[in-house]
């Protein structure tokens, strides 16, 4: 299995890109995301891979990030999701807000990526609850908040009270920017029992 290429990037041509590593040419397809962070052709790179081999092909998928290279391969173990379909959804949505997406199980979003239909996208969702998404310390959902504020906290009270996530990131949302930890759980808390 090749887990990284590491060489001079010799070309880019979305989805696309050729390393030269010791004298041979790898081509891997990127996602759109890991595309736009690559630097100037003739540069070094370095990405990590992922190697799909098929009864008439063995492709090459390279990623910039650990968490884009998980997301893929979480999302082809989906049945009926091929490499195609992973790269669309992961060049359509960054890590975060696929995360969001999967917590809120909001097909809405995926839907608008190219090639995902409604069913599609309720499978990938449902599929996905659980696997994606809940490691992140900050969940993409608190982006009125910064990290060094109050949020994860009060999402993690308002989880261990039970509440859903889809419940626990609307009533953060309700929350002011600057409250402590306690004020935030009760300014939430006021929020949930209003709706």
């Not at 504020?149 to 039970?162: H, V």
């Amino acid at each position: 299995m090749i887990g990284r290429i590491a060489g001079t990037l010799l070309d880019k041509t979305p989805p696309q890109v050729l390393i030269d590593c010791g004298g041979v040419g790898y081509e891997l397809d990127v996602p759109m995301s890991t595309l736009y962070n690559l630097p100037a052709v003739g540069e070094r790179v370095m990405l990590l891979a992922h190697l799909v081999v098929r009864e008439d092909a063995q492709l090459l998928y390279g990623f910039g990030t650990q968490a884009e290279r998980a997301a893929f391969r979480e999302l082809i173990k989906i049945s009926g999701v091929g490499p195609r379909i992973a790269l669309a959804v992961l060049s359509g949505l960054s890590i975060g807000d696929l995360a969001q997406a999967i917590t809120l199980q909001d097909a809405a979003r995926m839907i608008q990526i190219p090639g995902i239909g409604k069913k599609t996208a309720e499978r990938l969702l449902l599929e996905l609850k659980g696997k994606l998404g809940a490691d992140l310390a900050v969940p993409a959902g608190l982006s009125s908040m910064d990290a060094g504020d109050a949020g994860p906290d009060i999402l993690k009270a308002l989880q261990a009270l039970g509440y859903s996530d889809k419940e626990a990131l609307f009533a953060i949302k309700q929350v002011s920017a600057n409250s402590s930890v306690s004020d935030g759980i009760r300014q939430a808390l006021k929020a949930l029992s209003k709706s």
